[in-house]
């Protein structure tokens, strides 16, 4: 007899998806992805599944007693606004339906333009599109919570980067281009401070979100290293004499008449020209966890861009 995965992730192959299943695999749980592709993490169960199918998703999570939501979508405001609701609803259902807590994944958009540090109570004031669509499955969340007895926790991260995270804007700005020798790429201000938050520390922090009864119910900052500049971070990778680029508001609208990434980037350009500073103080003193530094997080994920590249 087949024993049901106690942990199901929601989105397993994705960066956070699979950096949350390495560490539920890491603490010895049984653990279990939800795709439409089988998961290529070791050790992974894998259950093929669409989550914008509330069917799917009811079947994947059945049996198990926490499931995450860490699925991303393409970086389209239209795409969110129609696909991000439905998934988000298909979770609420799923969790509902088979009485589970379910960990949701969010990033910071539904706070729009913010003054001072980010923290867990700054209040939810979206500036564009993308941020009113997570600022409706928040209150989607709260709401089943409120009306239906729905157990949810949030885990919040900053920009993230990491090994092997194609949607990171570090990542692909700058050391995906560094680790083939180009110049390294920061978006419109490169000496304002900006927290990006490690991929595996989000992964690690989920899953203490899954386990530990003083996380639930909560809205949590996730593990992140004090705030560098984007001209450090490029320093960091390429060294201290490297020469950093910077793409300017104006190239940025100019790009965005024949690309459609640099339209939905245009968007959220207000993180870049004022300090964005995410405190994860509260996680940190709470369960006692570290965040990765910059200098280390870096490495790993440069040497993986490095490894990556065709020889």
Not at 16 to 37: K, M
Request: hydrophobic fraction near 45%; charge should be neutral; aromatic fraction near 8%.
């Amino acid at each position: 007899m087949t024993t049901r995965p106690t942990h199901v992730v929601l989105g397993g192959n994705g960066v956070i998806g699979r950096e949350t299943l390495r560490a539920l695999l890491n603490r010895g749980e049984n653990a279990a992805s939800v795709g439409r592709r089988p998961s290529t993490v070791e050790g992974a169960r894998s259950i093929t599944a669409d989550l914008l199918v509330a069917e799917d998703v009811s079947r994947a999570v059945a049996g198990a007693h926490t499931a995450y939501l860490t699925a991303g979508l393409p970086y389209s405001a239209r795409i969110w606004a129609e696909q991000w609701p439905v998934i988000v609803a298909n979770a609420i259902e799923a969790a509902l339906t088979h009485d589970i807590h379910l960990v949701y994944f969010d990033n910071v958009y539904a706070y729009g333009r913010v003054e001072g540090s980010m923290t867990e109570q700054t209040p939810i004031n979206p500036a564009g599109k993308k941020g009113r669509v997570r600022a409706d499955a928040l209150r989607a969340l709260a709401t089943a919570a409120a009306e239906r007895g729905l157990v949810y926790t949030v885990g919040r991260s900053a920009d993230f980067y990491g090994p092997g995270a194609t949607t990171s804007v570090f990542n692909t700005f700058a050391l995906d281009k560094i680790a083939v020798g180009k110049d390294g790429t920061w978006l419109y201000d490169a000496d304002k401070p900006h927290s990006l938050t490690f991929t595996p520390d989000i992964g690690n922090a989920l899953t203490i979100l899954g386990a530990d009864p003083a996380a639930r119910g909560s809205i949590w900052h996730l593990p992140t290293a004090a705030p560098l500049t984007g001209r450090q971070y490029i320093e960091l990778a390429a060294g201290s004499d490297a020469r950093v680029k910077v793409m300017s508001c104006t190239t940025m609208r100019i790009g965005a008449l024949f690309n459609s990434g640099a339209r939905e980037t245009l968007e959220m350009g207000y993180q870049y020209t004022a300090p964005y500073v995410f405190d994860s103080n509260a996680f940190e003193t709470t369960f006692s966890a570290v965040a990765t530094l910059a200098a280390e997080g870096i490495a790993v994920a440069l040497a993986f861009a490095r490894n990556r590249i065709p020889t």
